[in-house]
């Protein structure tokens, strides 16, 4: 049975993939949680297994990860204030962490999710082109 570990999912995209997966397919889930928490028609759920973390804290994410088949990155923040002011750290410092545990226990797929606004600004002449173009020099985790 195939082990999916959700980040985020507590909110909005993280619960709606993990009430999808529950009701479409046999896996269990691994829901990584950090403020929020979650319904309890998904934490009663058999097929469930709950971890409290902190992508700021590496160790927090080592029995999440242990024995997942995938990892589904959704964890972040959208709505606030001034995104280049915490974007580096959610979406850089923050995934990285994510993917430093995950290598070593062996996890062997991770799928990111993020939001436009992570490119930069954005506008109907220069449009999101889903991607992020390196700088020369720029380290790739």
Do not use: W
Not at 37 to 58: H, Y
Not at 86 to 101: D, G, R, S
């Amino acid at each position: 049975m195939k082990k999916i570990c959700i980040t985020g999912a507590a909110g909005n995209l993280g619960l709606l993939t993990a009430k999808h997966l529950l009701e479409t397919t046999d896996c269990q889930l691994r829901l990584m949680i950090h403020k929020k928490s979650l319904p309890d028609n998904i934490t009663k759920n058999e097929r469930v297994k709950v971890f409290s973390c902190d992508l700021a804290k590496p160790e927090t994410l080592i029995e999440c990860l242990k024995g997942s088949d995938i990892v589904l990155h959704y964890a972040g923040i959208l709505f606030k204030a001034n995104p280049e002011k915490f974007l580096p750290i959610t979406n850089t410092a923050y995934f990285k962490n994510l993917l430093k545990v995950a290598k070593e226990v062996n996890v062997p797929q991770i799928a990111l999710a993020s939001f436009p606004h992570v490119e930069g600004p954005t506008s109907p002449e220069k449009p999101s082109t889903d991607r992020i173009t390196m700088k020369e020099g720029a380290e790739v985790f």
